[in-house]
């Protein structure tokens, strides 16, 4: 059993930068890919990006490939989403999810969410 828990949500303007945490519970969260999505009011969820268990290896989606990073630190159950160059498009509900296949289709836990606003 895996819980997690974001924080670092908020309100930012065109141009800012935000860190998202997700925070685990656990002691084998090494084992676990884990998964950064969005859902904006009225859209569908997306997949903003994922990381392996040990972190070596991360992937993206085409709408925030070069301004978002995706890190980990397996010592603090945590894995981080830093956000920069931040548009209002970006604005959503942030979600991590966590599971043992990376890039799977589905992952099995998830946190509660933490919004982001971009203003213009």
């Known amino acids: 059993q895996v819980q997690l828990v974001e924080s670092g949500g908020g309100l930012v303007q065109a141009g800012g930068s935000l860190r998202l945490s997700c925070a685990a519970s656990g002691r084998t969260f090494s084992r676990y890919a884990v998964g950064w999505f969005r859902q904006a009011p009225g859209k569908e969820r997306e997949f903003v990006g994922g990381i392996s268990g040990a972190g070596f290896s991360t992937n993206y989606a085409d709408s925030v490939k070069g301004r978002f990073t995706i890190s980990r630190d397996n010592a603090k159950n945590t894995v981080y989403l830093q956000m920069n160059s931040l548009k209002p498009e970006d604005t959503a509900v942030y979600f991590c999810?966590?599971?043992?296949?990376?890039?799977?289709?589905?992952?099995?836990?998830w946190g509660q969410g933490t919004q982001v606003t971009v203003s213009s």
């Open positions: 999810a966590a599971d043992r296949t990376y890039l799977g289709s589905e992952y099995a836990y």
